[in-house]
């Protein structure tokens, strides 16, 4: 019994520690990714059409 116990508490001391340094190491991808030419956090507007409505077909097209 004593050995199943401290073989569940060694796994989450790691659990906990592995979990903190993948978040530490972790970073967002316009900080990677960051150049003079990429605009990463500003798509723009309108990249879709004036006439889209969200769905998966055409607007003009009656169903």
């Known amino acids: 019994m004593r050995t199943i116990l401290a073989g569940i508490c060694v796994t989450l001391?790691?659990?906990v520690v592995a979990?903190?340094?993948l978040?530490?190491?972790q970073k967002d991808s316009f900080q990677v990714?960051?150049?003079q030419s990429v605009?990463?956090?500003d798509p723009?507007?309108?990249l879709v059409g004036p006439k889209w409505n969200g769905e998966n077909y055409a607007p003009?097209?009656?169903l």
């Open 33 to 35: 990714y960051a150049t």
């Open 23 to 25: 978040s530490e190491a």
């Open 13 to 15: 001391a790691l659990a």
């Open 19 to 21: 979990a903190f340094a």
């Open 39 to 41: 605009r990463v956090g």
């Open 44 to 46: 723009g507007h309108n």
């Open 60 to 62: 003009d097209r009656d």
